[in-house]
């Protein structure tokens, strides 16, 4: 069974552009979750998505967004993008909400703002 | 903040047991314990989690104290594969908000 699928795996943008990222999480998980990991912060809670609808959120402002298709799949996207953006995205997918207890992390999209 | 202490660093012999500490003093009765390990340049691995009994699965056993502020995580024959950053965070079952890993321990397995 393939794991998460992120892409693109490395990416650089410049400040004020807007970027977005993509995940495929394991066939069959519904549940997907998104988390920023940079050195100083550590990693953080973006925001999860189940069935299509953001089901929580974490302390980011409104440049952060995300979505989710029908099949799974789930994109989030920075606008007006910050030299504070620079981290490691990562994606993570659980079977549905009820057995979240184990998360299944891609290997991120590492972006970087010049 | 992230709700965990843990050593910055540790050292294990190819092999023998590494027996990883945290500390999380504060956790609330429905905050399990949770580890997680990350290599290099690749998401973080689930290892194994616990409420209060101790655990044990393939890849390691748990072991939290009775008053639930500090567990250990134990690889019983550590490998040089297992050099990695081992985060341990407590958080309520349903809840990704506090999927906060904090700095971890890296832990480095030498042959």
């Known amino acids: 069974k393939a794991g998460v699928t992120q892409t693109p795996r490395y990416l650089i943008k410049t400040r004020g552009q807007q970027v977005t990222l993509s995940c495929s999480p394991i066939s069959g998980h519904r549940s997907v979750s998104w988390y920023q990991q940079t050195p100083g912060q550590g990693l953080q809670f973006l925001f999860e998505?189940?069935?299509?609808?953001?089901?929580n959120k974490g302390n980011f402002p409104g440049r952060f967004s995300g979505r989710q298709f029908s099949n799974s799949r789930s994109e989030m996207n920075v606008s007006t993008l910050e030299l504070g953006d620079s981290a490691l995205y990562l994606c993570a997918s659980s079977p549905n909400r009820e057995t979240n207890e184990k998360l299944f992390f891609g290997s991120g999209t590492q972006l970087s703002v010049l | 903040d992230a709700k965990t202490t843990q050593p910055p660093s540790m050292d294990c012999a190819e092999g023998r047991a590494a027996n990883l500490p945290c500390n999380h003093s504060?956790?609330?009765?429905?905050?399990?314990v949770y580890w997680y390990r990350q290599i290099h340049s690749q998401g973080p691995q689930y290892i194994i989690h616990g409420l209060k009994n101790n655990e044990t699965n393939e890849m390691a056993s748990l072991i939290i104290t009775e008053d639930r502020k500090s567990s250990t995580l134990i690889l019983p024959h550590a490998t040089l594969r297992d050099t990695a950053v081992y985060y341990c965070?407590?958080?309520?079952?349903?809840?990704?908000?506090?999927?906060?890993f904090g700095a971890g321990t890296r832990l480095t397995v030498k042959p």
């Open positions: 998505y189940f069935s299509e609808t953001q089901r």
């Open positions: 504060t956790i609330s009765g429905n905050e399990y």
């Open positions: 965070i407590v958080r309520a079952l349903y809840n990704n908000n506090d999927m906060r």
